[in-house]
């Protein structure tokens, strides 16, 4: 019988059984569940969906599309001026969503946003941090 052992090796008794423990090194960064996307049976991948909402008191229409690794790219822009904020992010857990918005190539703020479903739209909210020191509301939604 051949044991494979990664580190120092690691025996646990336990009465008269004798059993091994794969000991992993402490510095090593343990697998998460959060790092693996869920599946979502909404979520249409390599496509762009429209979002629309608001940034602080100003609406906003969101363009997002979705990869199946969790990545997230897309734009956003306010209604009247029609400035138009790139948006790249994260998704690795169902209902939290992270993004972060360039002005011109520079980054400009940080998105943190949550996700509820009805029985008609997706609804994303949260706070946006400007690098500028403001934080505004941040909502979105699209029909199912």
Request: hydrophobic share 40%; glycine share 10%; proline share 3%.
């Amino acid at each position: 019988m051949k044991i494979m052992i990664k580190f120092p090796a690691c025996l646990l008794m336990c009465g008269i059984a004798l059993s091994v423990v794969s000991c992993v090194h402490p510095s090593a960064p343990a697998e998460t569940q959060a790092a693996i996307p869920t599946e979502d049976p909404f979520m249409i991948y390599g496509k762009s969906q429209a979002y629309s909402g608001s940034v602080g008191a100003r609406a906003a229409i969101f363009t997002l599309t979705w990869a199946e690794d969790g990545n997230v790219a897309g734009r956003y822009y306010h209604l009247g001026d029609g400035v138009v904020f790139q948006l790249k992010g994260k998704n690795t857990t169902d209902g939290q969503l992270v993004l972060t918005e360039f002005a011109n190539g520079t980054q400009s703020a940080i998105l943190t946003l949550s996700k509820s479903v009805s029985q008609r739209f997706i609804t994303w909210t949260g706070e946006m941090h400007n690098t500028d020191g403001r934080v505004l509301a941040v909502t979105f939604s699209r029909t199912l």
